[in-house]
């Protein structure tokens, strides 16, 4: 019998992961599991862009703050829920800090969006779902959604 204790629910804020974010909190529900939202800030981004123009490290923190505030929000609607739910802000290469996260905390499933990208957008614009799919060390389960 499968137990998952630990649901982790990445979101970049897009509609996708939000939608994927509800079947997360019915999924926690189910399981009695507890739920962490994480979120991560790219910070090699800022590096490239900003580096010689801005104060990056104050750049990071703004930033980081702002997503800390969108993630209590986000979670607001979940408040009669009656599943613990945290949020996380992380920084660096996304796939690589979902899958880092969830192997450091026991994570026992990921639920994310794909965006349902193929052939050459899938290439051109790269699939951080996908590379969670492949690194990670726990069962991660794909909501494929499309603008259609």
């Not at 509800?22 to 490239?48: P, R």
Request: hydrophobic letters at 40%.
């Amino acid at each position: 019998m499968v137990d998952f204790k630990r649901i982790l629910a990445p979101v970049d804020m897009s509609d996708f992961s939000l939608q994927a974010l509800d079947y997360a909190v019915e999924m926690a529900q189910k399981y009695g599991a507890e739920l962490t939202v994480l979120s991560v800030v790219n910070g090699s981004f800022y590096t490239n862009t900003y580096m010689n123009v801005l104060d990056l490290e104050n750049i990071v923190d703004s930033v980081h703050q702002q997503v800390e505030k969108n993630l209590r929000e986000v979670v607001q609607k979940y408040d009669q829920s009656p599943v613990t739910i945290k949020t996380v802000v992380e920084e660096g290469n996304p796939y690589l800090a979902i899958c880092e996260y969830a192997k450091k905390k026991h994570i026992d499933l990921i639920i994310m969006a794909s965006h349902g990208y193929s052939g050459l957008d899938s290439i051109l614009i790269g699939s951080v779902t996908e590379k969670v799919v492949r690194k990670a060390t726990c069962p991660v389960l794909t909501l494929k959604f499309t603008g259609e």
